[in-house]
T-cell receptor, first 112, second 117 residues
Framework: DTAVSQTPKYLVTQMGNDKSIKCEQN?????MYWYKQDSKKFLKIMFS???????INETVPNRFSPKSPDKAHLNLHINSLELGDSAVYFC???????????FGPGTRLLVL | AQSVTQLGSHVSVSEGALVLLRCNYS??????LFWYVQYPNQGLQLLLK??????LVKGINGFEAEFKKSETSFHLTKPSAHMSDAAEYFC???????????????FGTGTQLKVEL
Protein backbone atom coordinates (compact mmCIF):
# COMPACT_ATOMS: atom_id res chain seq x y z
CA ASP A 1 0.00 0.00 0.00
CA THR A 2 1.19 3.52 -0.72
CA ALA A 3 1.31 5.49 2.49
CA VAL A 4 3.22 7.25 5.18
CA SER A 5 4.26 4.79 7.85
CA GLN A 6 5.77 5.33 11.27
CA THR A 7 7.50 3.03 13.72
CA PRO A 8 6.93 2.37 16.47
CA LYS A 9 3.24 3.05 16.94
CA TYR A 10 3.59 3.17 20.72
CA LEU A 11 6.66 4.01 22.75
CA VAL A 12 6.81 3.93 26.55
CA THR A 13 10.12 4.88 28.13
CA GLN A 14 11.74 6.34 31.19
CA MET A 15 12.85 9.92 31.68
CA GLY A 16 16.41 10.48 30.59
CA ASN A 17 16.41 7.81 27.92
CA ASP A 18 17.20 8.40 24.24
CA LYS A 19 14.75 7.16 21.64
CA SER A 20 14.14 7.32 17.89
CA ILE A 21 11.01 7.38 15.78
CA LYS A 22 11.13 6.42 12.13
CA CYS A 23 9.04 7.60 9.22
CA GLU A 24 8.91 6.30 5.68
CA GLN A 25 6.81 7.33 2.71
CA ASN A 26 6.46 5.54 -0.60
CA UNK A 27 4.45 8.25 -2.30
CA UNK A 28 7.44 9.60 -4.20
CA UNK A 29 7.30 12.85 -2.23
CA UNK A 30 10.35 15.01 -1.63
CA UNK A 31 9.25 17.00 1.42
CA MET A 32 8.64 15.52 4.85
CA TYR A 33 7.56 16.96 8.19
CA TRP A 34 7.37 16.18 11.87
CA TYR A 35 4.43 17.52 13.89
CA LYS A 36 3.81 17.20 17.61
CA GLN A 37 0.31 16.79 19.06
CA ASP A 38 0.16 17.52 22.77
CA SER A 39 -2.24 16.23 25.38
CA LYS A 40 -4.77 18.92 24.45
CA LYS A 41 -4.59 17.72 20.84
CA PHE A 42 -2.87 20.88 19.66
CA LEU A 43 -0.77 20.19 16.56
CA LYS A 44 2.41 22.10 15.89
CA ILE A 45 5.09 21.71 13.28
CA MET A 46 8.57 20.83 14.45
CA PHE A 47 10.71 20.23 11.37
CA SER A 48 10.56 19.95 7.62
CA UNK A 49 13.01 18.46 5.15
CA UNK A 50 13.07 18.89 1.41
CA UNK A 51 15.33 16.54 -0.55
CA UNK A 52 17.21 15.69 2.65
CA UNK A 53 17.78 19.37 3.44
CA UNK A 54 16.35 20.95 6.60
CA UNK A 55 14.04 23.82 5.61
CA ILE A 56 11.89 24.34 8.69
CA ASN A 57 13.22 24.22 12.22
CA GLU A 58 10.69 25.60 14.65
CA THR A 59 11.52 26.47 18.25
CA VAL A 60 12.22 22.97 19.44
CA PRO A 61 14.71 21.93 22.14
CA ASN A 62 17.98 20.78 20.64
CA ARG A 63 17.41 17.41 22.32
CA PHE A 64 15.30 16.75 19.22
CA SER A 65 17.33 15.97 16.13
CA PRO A 66 15.78 15.02 12.82
CA LYS A 67 17.69 13.05 10.21
CA SER A 68 16.77 12.39 6.63
CA PRO A 69 18.94 9.66 5.08
CA ASP A 70 17.05 9.94 1.81
CA LYS A 71 13.92 11.56 0.37
CA ALA A 72 11.70 8.72 1.52
CA HIS A 73 12.76 8.68 5.15
CA LEU A 74 12.70 11.17 8.00
CA ASN A 75 13.66 10.02 11.47
CA LEU A 76 13.40 11.84 14.77
CA HIS A 77 15.87 11.21 17.55
CA ILE A 78 15.16 12.51 21.03
CA ASN A 79 17.86 12.70 23.69
CA SER A 80 17.34 12.87 27.44
CA LEU A 81 13.60 12.41 27.30
CA GLU A 82 11.50 14.55 29.63
CA LEU A 83 7.96 14.12 30.90
CA GLY A 84 6.82 17.00 28.70
CA ASP A 85 7.91 15.12 25.60
CA SER A 86 4.93 12.81 26.05
CA ALA A 87 2.80 13.42 22.97
CA VAL A 88 1.77 11.98 19.66
CA TYR A 89 4.32 12.62 16.93
CA PHE A 90 3.06 12.70 13.36
CA CYS A 91 5.10 12.45 10.22
CA UNK A 92 3.73 13.93 7.01
CA UNK A 93 4.89 14.24 3.43
CA UNK A 94 4.13 16.15 0.27
CA UNK A 95 5.60 16.91 -3.11
CA UNK A 96 7.21 20.32 -3.32
CA UNK A 97 4.83 22.73 -4.98
CA UNK A 98 1.77 20.71 -4.01
CA UNK A 99 -0.44 21.71 -1.18
CA UNK A 100 -1.72 18.53 0.40
CA UNK A 101 0.23 16.87 3.19
CA UNK A 102 -0.34 13.19 3.87
CA PHE A 103 -0.02 12.11 7.47
CA GLY A 104 1.23 8.94 9.05
CA PRO A 105 -0.70 7.14 11.80
CA GLY A 106 1.32 8.75 14.59
CA THR A 107 3.69 7.53 17.28
CA ARG A 108 2.32 7.75 20.80
CA LEU A 109 5.22 8.51 23.14
CA LEU A 110 4.78 8.23 26.89
CA VAL A 111 7.64 9.28 29.12
CA LEU A 112 7.44 7.98 32.69
CA ALA B 1 2.45 34.76 9.56
CA GLN B 2 -0.72 32.72 9.58
CA SER B 3 -3.08 31.52 12.26
CA VAL B 4 -6.36 29.66 12.64
CA THR B 5 -9.12 30.03 15.19
CA GLN B 6 -11.69 27.31 15.66
CA LEU B 7 -14.68 28.48 17.65
CA GLY B 8 -16.05 25.81 19.93
CA SER B 9 -13.77 23.08 21.19
CA HIS B 10 -16.80 20.79 21.53
CA VAL B 11 -19.85 20.62 19.30
CA SER B 12 -22.73 18.25 19.89
CA VAL B 13 -25.45 17.51 17.32
CA SER B 14 -28.22 15.00 16.95
CA GLU B 15 -27.97 12.35 14.29
CA GLY B 16 -29.51 13.75 11.10
CA ALA B 17 -28.96 17.37 12.14
CA LEU B 18 -26.81 19.94 10.38
CA VAL B 19 -23.14 19.98 11.29
CA LEU B 20 -21.40 23.38 11.37
CA LEU B 21 -17.82 23.67 12.53
CA ARG B 22 -16.35 27.15 12.48
CA CYS B 23 -12.91 28.20 11.31
CA ASN B 24 -11.47 31.68 10.89
CA TYR B 25 -8.01 32.29 9.55
CA SER B 26 -5.40 34.98 9.33
CA UNK B 27 -2.76 35.02 6.65
CA UNK B 28 -0.38 37.59 5.22
CA UNK B 29 -0.72 36.05 1.75
CA UNK B 30 -3.62 34.33 -0.04
CA UNK B 31 -3.95 31.12 1.92
CA UNK B 32 -4.55 27.50 1.26
CA LEU B 33 -7.08 26.11 3.74
CA PHE B 34 -7.71 22.57 4.86
CA TRP B 35 -9.99 20.52 7.04
CA TYR B 36 -8.59 17.32 8.50
CA VAL B 37 -10.43 14.72 10.58
CA GLN B 38 -8.87 12.59 13.30
CA TYR B 39 -10.67 9.51 14.58
CA PRO B 40 -9.68 8.21 18.03
CA ASN B 41 -6.11 6.89 18.14
CA GLN B 42 -5.65 7.45 14.44
CA GLY B 43 -3.80 9.81 12.16
CA LEU B 44 -5.10 12.81 10.25
CA GLN B 45 -7.20 12.33 7.15
CA LEU B 46 -7.81 15.12 4.67
CA LEU B 47 -11.50 15.99 4.35
CA LEU B 48 -11.20 18.84 1.87
CA LYS B 49 -9.05 21.75 0.80
CA UNK B 50 -9.29 25.22 -0.70
CA UNK B 51 -6.50 26.27 -3.03
CA UNK B 52 -7.83 29.40 -4.74
CA UNK B 53 -10.13 27.70 -7.21
CA UNK B 54 -13.86 27.35 -6.43
CA UNK B 55 -14.83 28.93 -3.13
CA LEU B 56 -17.30 26.15 -2.30
CA VAL B 57 -15.32 23.01 -1.79
CA LYS B 58 -16.76 19.53 -1.53
CA GLY B 59 -14.94 16.83 0.36
CA ILE B 60 -15.31 13.26 1.43
CA ASN B 61 -18.14 11.83 3.55
CA GLY B 62 -20.60 14.54 2.48
CA PHE B 63 -18.69 17.45 4.00
CA GLU B 64 -18.22 20.79 2.31
CA ALA B 65 -16.73 24.16 3.19
CA GLU B 66 -17.00 27.65 1.80
CA PHE B 67 -14.11 30.07 1.59
CA LYS B 68 -15.26 33.61 2.41
CA LYS B 69 -12.46 36.09 2.00
CA SER B 70 -14.46 39.03 3.36
CA GLU B 71 -15.13 37.12 6.57
CA THR B 72 -11.76 35.30 6.61
CA SER B 73 -13.71 32.14 7.25
CA PHE B 74 -13.70 28.55 6.07
CA HIS B 75 -16.54 26.86 7.96
CA LEU B 76 -17.17 23.15 7.56
CA THR B 77 -20.70 21.86 7.07
CA LYS B 78 -22.57 18.63 6.53
CA PRO B 79 -26.34 18.61 5.99
CA SER B 80 -27.05 15.49 8.02
CA ALA B 81 -24.80 14.13 10.78
CA HIS B 82 -24.11 10.45 11.12
CA MET B 83 -22.84 8.62 14.17
CA SER B 84 -19.66 7.79 12.27
CA ASP B 85 -18.87 11.52 11.98
CA ALA B 86 -17.94 11.68 15.66
CA ALA B 87 -14.27 12.68 15.66
CA GLU B 88 -11.87 15.58 16.14
CA TYR B 89 -11.81 18.09 13.30
CA PHE B 90 -8.89 20.38 12.56
CA CYS B 91 -8.83 23.44 10.36
CA UNK B 92 -5.40 24.34 8.99
CA UNK B 93 -3.84 27.06 6.88
CA UNK B 94 -0.70 27.19 4.80
CA UNK B 95 0.85 30.13 3.04
CA UNK B 96 2.07 29.11 -0.39
CA UNK B 97 4.91 31.11 -1.78
CA UNK B 98 6.24 32.31 1.54
CA UNK B 99 9.97 31.77 1.38
CA UNK B 100 11.45 29.55 4.00
CA UNK B 101 8.03 28.38 5.07
CA UNK B 102 8.19 25.08 3.29
CA UNK B 103 4.43 25.20 3.07
CA UNK B 104 4.01 24.31 6.72
CA UNK B 105 0.52 23.78 8.08
CA UNK B 106 -0.66 25.88 10.98
CA PHE B 107 -3.52 24.15 12.78
CA GLY B 108 -6.41 25.36 14.85
CA THR B 109 -6.99 23.88 18.27
CA GLY B 110 -9.52 21.38 16.98
CA THR B 111 -13.24 20.78 17.49
CA GLN B 112 -14.52 17.56 18.99
CA LEU B 113 -17.76 16.60 17.26
CA LYS B 114 -20.18 14.46 19.21
CA VAL B 115 -23.19 12.92 17.46
CA GLU B 116 -26.09 11.83 19.64
CA LEU B 117 -29.01 9.57 18.85
Amino acid sequence: DTAVSQTPKYLVTQMGNDKSIKCEQNLGHDTMYWYKQDSKKFLKIMFSYNNKELIINETVPNRFSPKSPDKAHLNLHINSLELGDSAVYFCASTRQGEETQYFGPGTRLLVL
Amino acid sequence: AQSVTQLGSHVSVSEGALVLLRCNYSSSVPPYLFWYVQYPNQGLQLLLKYTSAATLVKGINGFEAEFKKSETSFHLTKPSAHMSDAAEYFCAVSAPGLTGGGNKLTFGTGTQLKVEL
